[in-house]
């Protein structure tokens, strides 16, 4: 098929080009993490200049080898294997290069970590796409590859009044996953940006304060008169305070305690 050819763009592979090497820049942790968990290790990953993605695990910023003639993505995800939180669980930090480029330091951030996890989402949402037989699919997907993708008018839209505030506070109510599917498919606009369904769940867990997984939402602090209660949606999500950790959803929960 006169498409194949270009299909491995799709995972941003192709031609060797000229390796670039570039300093990352980490973020500071929300207080409240740090408060609870302390320093973490990072998981960074990244497109090296061969088009492969690449993964390292450093607990400070590192130097890496980038392409440097098309859009790609660095996303860096804090963990504490002391504490039992594994690589993926917190929501990450990140870049898309070249827009978060400043001289040869690319510096990550917390909503830089919206736009590298959509950036994986789009590509594995194209190759999906393009593994279809049809034509028209395989078209569709070559064009809306995550390396043509607007990422400054998508940044912008991120702080529009017309999309629901809960977003524009925190990016992570979003199903990105569905979202890249859904732009693949049929094109962006920002009628896509739209918040998960979530239910305000009391659960009878300790008092106290509670982290949650993303950087945007601060903590949850109760009382002891009170019964804590949780935004839940229908995927599992993660609560943690000094007292244990909750894992729930809208089917089930379970409190995990530390003593």
């Not at 290069?97 to 194209?126: H, I, K, M, Q």
Request: net charge negative; aromatic share 12%.
């Amino acid at each position: 098929m006169k498409y194949l050819c270009v299909l491995a763009g799709l995972l941003l592979s192709g031609c060797r080009l000229v390796d670039s090497v570039y300093s990352l820049e980490l973020p500071d942790l929300p207080a409240s993490w740090e408060d609870l968990l302390g320093p973490p290790q990072w998981r960074v990953e990244w497109i090296s200049p061969g088009g492969k993605k690449e993964s390292l695990t450093t607990v400070k910023g590192l130097e890496i080898s980038m392409p440097h003639t098309w859009a790609s993505p660095v996303s860096a995800g804090p963990f504490w294997p002391d504490a039992g939180i594994r690589p993926g669980l917190f929501y990450p930090a990140g870049a898309i290069f070249p827009f978060d480029l400043s001289g040869n330091t690319l510096a990550l951030s917390w909503r830089g970590g919206v736009d590298a996890v959509l950036y994986w989402e789009l590509a594995a949402a194209c190759a999906a796409q393009a593994a279809d037989t049809d034509e028209a699919s395989i078209r569709s997907a070559l064009l809306r590859q995550p390396r043509n993708f607007d990422w400054p008018r998508f940044r912008e839209l991120l702080d529009d009044p017309s999309i629901p505030e809960e977003v524009r506070l925190d990016p992570w109510t979003v199903d990105w996953k569905t979202t890249a599917a859904r732009i693949v498919l049929s094109g962006f606009d920002k009628r896509r940006i739209v918040p998960e369904a979530w239910e305000e769940t009391p659960i009878p867990v300790p008092a106290g304060s509670w982290i949650g997984l993303s950087p945007f939402a601060p903590p949850l602090v109760f009382d002891g008169d009170e019964t804590p209660v949780f935004p839940i949606g229908s995927k599992t999500g993660s609560w943690f305070s000094p007292a244990g950790v909750l894992r729930c959803n809208t089917e089930t929960w379970i409190f995990i305690s530390k003593q």
